[in-house]
């Protein structure tokens, strides 16, 4: 018999039994669908709509059945449909006919609403702190690599030497960003929607706010449609997820490059990387490689539940069940991601003698040097011309800026005077760069000490 019996002469297809039922999924609700249960028992015996015997012995039956499922004494059933009529079920089979009160002013709909709320709430905090230790493992590195010279890149063409720590600290930046919007949501997603019913609220005096306090969360829904059918707190999450996917991707992406033999940046430790069935040889980067592939999952859990939303009309619908799956697998692999993220990068071997050797080539100078003629009054346009018409004579010759001569210097331009040297060699060009964000050693202190304190504030 289910729950909703009363008007059905037929029992339910078993095609469809098993075409509805959530119960494999949504099972990982358990705890939050009890203590949204104990919640609402409490202020039903508060308030006065059950007696506070009644409220107590509904608690005490969801406290043990929480320790059941808890120790893995409990088999859900298909055919109790989903998590809440799971409990419900089992509550009444323990406790008797007071068990078949807890529904009382109350909606699977508002329930799972709740659900989702207190479970990303929880998810949240996770990932926080995971992406916190990233971050740590990250400030760590750059302070350990302040002069470790290497190549800055655009368009994956050498540009302009900067240094590995100011490269690191890029990273820290978006996972800082991460941090604030994940906060963010988590205020936002902090409130009770219990009290909405199924889309119209109660004539019971429930007291939500009781509810809501019980639970931890900030305040209450304000209407009750929005607070049935409201899913952006769990869009929010996917959006914010796919962005911090997104960053760690791009991570791994350069992980990838840098360990390649091309590069030979770095060394991913051994126990970060695998082989191949085939090559005796290899080593590959398949654990960087993997997270980057593992993006277009997070993305496909966004774009799946944009799409189940788009076209809901107001309230609730059954569409809405595929919100868990997509939360899911989102919260999963993020946070399996950034667990091996952060000793994937504690481990691996930086080759500084090859950073800084790529930092040399390249004309990663040029800049360096317009700005010297720059400085002596020279129009930057035409000091940028006169450059790249340098640099091509020298790449026609296979040698650098620094490779030529003073006299041969002073045959382009007599503006040019013995000092050029100094202003191109690559640590200064990078020592000099002392502006606010730039790469100089100094700077980057500085910023790893303000990203120090901007963590402890997230
Ligand atoms: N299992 C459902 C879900 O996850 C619970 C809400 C069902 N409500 C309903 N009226 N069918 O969305």
Redesign the pocket.
């Given at each position: 018999m289910k729950l909703w019996g009363g008007r059905f002469e037929k029992s339910t297809e078993g095609l469809v039994e098993d075409f509805h039922s959530?119960i494999r999924f949504?099972q990982r609700l358990y705890k939050q669908d009890i203590q949204g249960s104990i919640a609402h028992a409490r202020m039903l015996g508060s308030v006065g709509v059950i007696s506070e015997s009644e409220a107590s012995h509904l608690i005490q039956g969801l406290s043990e059945i929480l320790g059941d499922i808890q120790a893995g004494k409990i088999e859900f059933e298909i055919g109790a449909?989903?998590i809440?009529m799971n409990i419900e079920k089992l509550l009444t089979e323990r406790i008797g006919p007071v068990g078949k009160k807890l529904h009382t002013g109350r909606?699977?709909?508002d329930q799972?609403a709740l659900d989702l709320r207190l479970f990303l709430k929880n998810e949240i905090d996770q990932t926080k702190s995971l992406v916190d230790q990233l971050i740590q493992t990250l400030l760590h590195l750059a302070e350990g690599h302040l002069e470790t010279w290497m190549p800055g890149y655009t368009h994956l063409q050498k540009a302009q030497p900067i240094t590995l720590a100011h490269h690191l600290m890029a990273y820290v930046q978006m996972f800082l960003r991460d941090l604030g919007r994940l906060k963010d949501t988590r205020k936002r997603l902090n409130i009770s929607p219990l009290g909405s019913g199924?889309m119209a609220g109660t004539t019971f005096p429930l007291d939500r706010e009781q509810v809501a306090r019980e639970l931890g969360l900030d305040g209450v829904t304000l209407n009750s449609l929005d607070g049935v059918s409201d899913r952006d707190f769990a869009l929010e999450f996917l959006a914010n997820a796919s962005i911090l996917m997104m960053h760690l991707s791009r991570l791994c992406e350069e992980l990838v490059l840098w360990s390649s033999g091309e590069f030979q940046f770095i060394s991913m430790d051994d126990g970060y990387s695998t082989g191949s069935s085939i090559m005796p040889q290899k080593k590959n980067p398949d654990v960087a490689e993997l997270v980057r592939g593992k993006t277009g999952r997070v993305y496909g859990d966004l774009v799946g539940l944009l799409t189940v939303m788009k076209g809901l009309p107001l309230a609730?619908n059954?569409d809405?069940?595929e919100d868990?799956e997509q939360v899911f697998d989102a919260v999963d692999t993020i946070q399996k991601c950034l667990l091996v993220v952060e000793p994937m990068l504690r481990t691996m071997q930086v080759h500084r003698d090859v950073m800084a050797f790529g930092a040399k080539g390249g004309f990663t100078n040029a800049t360096d040097l317009a700005d010297y003629l720059a400085k002596k009054g020279v129009p930057f346009r035409e000091a940028h011309e006169l450059v790249g018409r340098i640099v091509l004579q020298c790449s026609k010759k296979g040698i650098g800026l620094e490779d030529m001569s003073l006299v041969e210097y002073q045959e382009v331009s007599p503006i040019f005077g013995d000092d050029l040297f100094k202003s191109i060699g690559i640590q200064y060009c990078v020592q000099a760069r002392k502006i606010t964000g730039g790469p100089s050693p100094e700077t980057v202190a500085a910023a790893i000490k303000l990203s120090r304190n901007a963590l402890k504030k997230i």
């Open positions: 959530s949504d449909e989903d809440h909606s699977r709909n799972v199924a609730y059954k809405m069940q868990k």
